[in-house]
């Protein structure tokens, strides 16, 4: 099995708003089969999920225009069945720093720099908890 690839097709939602990050991760996420949608802010982010909810949202913890946590939150209340798993990509490491986070609603967390084989692996954790979750 290519493990590059997702085994569903995903609709990601990547909320990041700097432009070399979003660029690597765009790429990466193409190649293993996702749609996505990239927003450089919180607001559009939230507009564009509003409309027609993704699977993944990967979301940078320092958004210029809205409080990461407050974004998460929004997804969280949309629905309580909702399947979308949240990845947050934070530059902190520590617990008492993720623990907001972890409250807020995401599923998983990636530190910067974004390290590729790290990256996939949480790709792969993501897709097969989408994957779980639609069954």
């Given at each position: 099995m290519d493990h590059n690839k997702a085994l569903i097709p995903l609709r990601t939602l990547l909320v990041e708003p700097d432009s070399s990050?979003?660029?690597?991760?765009t790429s990466s996420l193409r190649k293993r089969g996702h749609t996505v949608r990239v927003c450089?802010?919180?607001e559009m982010a939230w507009r564009a999920h509003e409309k027609k909810p993704y699977d993944?949202?990967?979301v940078d913890w320092q958004l210029p225009d809205m409080d990461s946590?407050?974004?998460?939150?929004?997804?969280?209340s949309l629905s309580a069945d909702r399947v979308t798993?949240?990845?947050a990509i934070a530059a902190k490491e520590k617990p008492v720093d993720l623990e907001p986070l972890l409250a807020a609603g995401i599923d998983d967390f990636v530190s910067v720099p974004l390290?590729?084989?790290l990256m996939d692996i949480r790709l792969a954790i993501a897709e097969r908890q989408?994957?779980?979750r639609a069954e």
């Amino acid at each position: 099995m290519d493990h590059n690839k997702a085994l569903i097709p995903l609709r990601t939602l990547l909320v990041e708003p700097d432009s070399s990050a979003r660029k690597y991760l765009t790429s990466s996420l193409r190649k293993r089969g996702h749609t996505v949608r990239v927003c450089p802010d919180g607001e559009m982010a939230w507009r564009a999920h509003e409309k027609k909810p993704y699977d993944l949202v990967i979301v940078d913890w320092q958004l210029p225009d809205m409080d990461s946590l407050v974004f998460v939150q929004k997804i969280r209340s949309l629905s309580a069945d909702r399947v979308t798993v949240v990845i947050a990509i934070a530059a902190k490491e520590k617990p008492v720093d993720l623990e907001p986070l972890l409250a807020a609603g995401i599923d998983d967390f990636v530190s910067v720099p974004l390290y590729p084989p790290l990256m996939d692996i949480r790709l792969a954790i993501a897709e097969r908890q989408i994957r779980s979750r639609a069954e």
